[in-house]
């Protein structure tokens, strides 16, 4: 099974999250992946601190993460799931961000599931799979 980490859990695994690490070594590294789009979130979400030590510790947990994480490519599967997902949404009147489109899309063009924290938007994906690491439970749909 493939696992695509939604921003949430990038920035858990950053905070020392204990649920989400035991979670991440009861799976291979080599089946987790990261979309750009959540490198994109996290980066703006550091650069909106002020400067500070803690700005800096965040960064440099960002640039170790982001040198062990592998990518999930931007793909024609993932680029087919962005225009279904969004469409459907709108369609239903239930907009979410475009960039938490982009994320799902990653999971549904790889027919991997999202490890999120965003239950209130994901779970509205239909067909989406997702697990929320974050959980105790570690809630699986």
């Known amino acids: 099974m493939k696992y695509i ?12 999250d ?7 070594e009861q799976v291979s590294w080599e089946a987790v ?5 959540v490198f994109a979130e996290v980066a703006y979400g550091i650069e909106r601190l002020p400067k500070s030590k803690r700005r800096e510790t965040l960064r440099n ?9 592998a990518r999930a490519a931007w793909s024609e599967g ?14 239903r009147g239930q907009r979410i961000e475009d960039f938490d489109v982009a994320i ?18 994901m779970s509205r994906i239909p067909g989406l799979q997702w697990e929320d690491w974050s959980a105790p439970d570690v809630g699986v749909r």
């Open 61 to 69: 947990k960002f640039e170790t993460l982001r040198s062990v994480l």
């Open 104 to 121: 799902a899309a990653h999971a549904a063009g790889e027919n991997a599931t999202l490890v999120t924290a965003n239950v209130a938007d």
């Open 78 to 91: 993932v680029t087919d799931a962005f225009g279904n997902i969004k469409a459907t949404l709108e369609r």
């Open 5 to 16: 980490l939604d921003t949430n859990a990038v920035s858990a695994l950053m905070k020392g």
């Open 33 to 37: 992946a990261v979309p750009q789009p």
């Open 18 to 24: 204990e649920r989400l690490l035991a979670r991440l």
